[in-house]
């Protein structure tokens, strides 16, 4: 029997992070990041545009950068990644910059970084917004925080914190910055700072205090040559930036939800080239009854796929993942979610490495099929308690013996697809349609 894992490209004993942390620093991850960051020609795009624009940036203008989009779509890559071609160094002994460019695969890249390294050399800092900043901070916490991310960065671990106004903080962190690192250009991360900012209007304000202040003292300490540029901020969030905001971060990027699927097919569903012949073969004897099979009603979403497509995301059909970042972002949005759900849920890339691993769907027999209810054993925990219990109910009150199980196949599927709900009946075709399990069904 020939596996679904005998066809993969992957090495499924080297594990996925569920998210990327923007101060995480064991080397093995590191290059495990750099080496399997997937470029789609979307975020080629962006970082060409930003490049040039951080290159050709005045220098006594701050500079600020939001990038925005759907949970697991790579704004935390994005900007990790751009914070290594900016600050250099090493992992294992390669330059990081290196390795990044190689998957960047773009001269312009190239060109504008190698500009930005000799003529405006930088450090970088990071500040991840769920973990340093508390929900009911104001503006001179946010200031003090980024004041003793600095502190601590630079290895100044004797100089006492106490209650500073954010003027204070922001002027004894550009001080220190400019004896510890002279020469050198400050970029800041705020990375996930939508979190904070969804507490509501003050959180907002707050920010833009802290932002303002830093941007005007940048400005003085470079035209007294203190530093060579003001400050760079590099911000993330799902939502795109208050209009209040704006001044702050002039040049945005949203990375669209569009090209999860793509990274997910290249990152973990990417196939052996000797093996391809194998799904192209099956494609052949069963893929017009399939694409029958799993065919859609009175909704927009399409069901249909071709040959490549069938190879690229096998075992997943393609709208499979499309629904799957749809059903994850009703879950979190859910009133209901558990708060750790909430704030962050298993990215596409991650569910299809745990299906493949976890759920042993790469032990499975090639025609083996992610089918909606797999979906939802690997989310459960993510669902609300009470759409849990709802389920559960079903699966011990409506099953029948000659359909053993299929009662909480049905109640999993609806769950999903009402979390999903955009354009999606739960007819009774439409149920059956994301159920099916195998390519040879009828």
């Known amino acids: 029997m020939i596996r679904i894992a005998d066809l993969l490209n992957r090495d499924l004993s080297v594990p996925i992070e569920e998210v990327v942390h923007i101060r995480k620093d064991d080397p093995s991850t590191a290059l495990i990041e750099l080496t399997e960051y997937v ?11 930003l490049l040039s624009a951080m290159a050709a940036a005045k220098s006594t203008e701050s500079f600020g950068v939001w990038i925005s989009g759907f949970f697991g779509v790579g704004k935390s890559s994005f900007a990790k990644n751009l914070a290594h071609m900016l600050g250099g160094g090493e992992v294992l002994g390669a330059s990081a910059t290196s390795l990044l460019l190689k998957q960047l695969n773009s001269r312009q890249i190239s060109e504008s970084v190698e500009f930005l390294n000799r003529m405006v050399p930088c450090e970088v800092f990071a500040l991840v917004a769920d973990r340093d900043v508390p929900p009911q901070a104001g503006a ?21 914190v106490t209650e500073l106004t954010v003027e204070e903080s922001i002027r004894r962190l550009l001080h220190l910055f400019e004896v510890g690192r002279p020469g050198k250009t400050l970029v800041f991360i705020l990375d996930e700072i939508g979190q904070y900012l969804a507490f509501g209007s003050e959180h907002i304000k707050n920010l833009r205090v802290v932002l303002q202040h830093l941007a005007e003292s940048g400005v003085e300490h470079t035209k007294a040559g203190k530093i060579p540029r003001p400050p760079w901020i590099i911000a993330t969030a799902e939502e795109k930036p208050h209009e209040t905001l704006t001044d702050s971060f002039r040049h945005r990027i949203d990375l669209s939800a569009a090209g999860i699927a793509e990274i997910a097919a290249r990152r973990v569903l990417h196939k052996r080239e000797s093996q391809e012949f194998v799904l192209r073969t099956l494609f052949k004897v069963h893929g017009a009854s399939l694409i029958r099979n799993v065919a859609l009603e009175r909704c927009s979403r399409r069901a249909e796929f071709d040959e490549d497509q069938f190879v690229q995301f096998y075992p997943y059909l393609p709208h499979l993942i499309d629904l799957s970042i749809d059903a994850v972002a009703g879950i979190r949005l859910h009133p209901g979610a558990p708060k750790h759900i909430r704030a962050g849920s298993r990215t596409i890339v991650k569910q299809c490495f745990d299906l493949l691993v976890s759920a042993r769907l790469a032990d499975e027999g090639v025609g083996a099929l992610v089918s909606i209810d797999r979906i939802y054993e690997l989310l459960e925990v993510s669902i609300p308690p009470e759409k849990q219990h709802d389920v559960e109910v079903i699966s011990e009150h409506c099953d029948y013996n000659d359909h053993p199980g299929m009662a909480a196949r049905v109640a999993k599927a609806i769950c999903l697809m009402e979390f999903a709900r955009n354009d999606l009946p739960r007819t009774t075709n439409n149920i059956a349609a994301l159920l099916v399990r195998n390519v040879t069904e009828t």
Not at 39 to 49: F, H, L, P
Not at 140 to 159: C, F, H, K, N, S
């Open 140 to 160: 001179e916490q946010i200031a003090e925080t980024m004041y003793r991310i600095v502190l601590r960065d630079l290895g100044y671990t004797d100089i006492p």
């Open 39 to 49: 470029v789609t020609d979307r975020i080629r795009a962006e970082y060409e545009r």
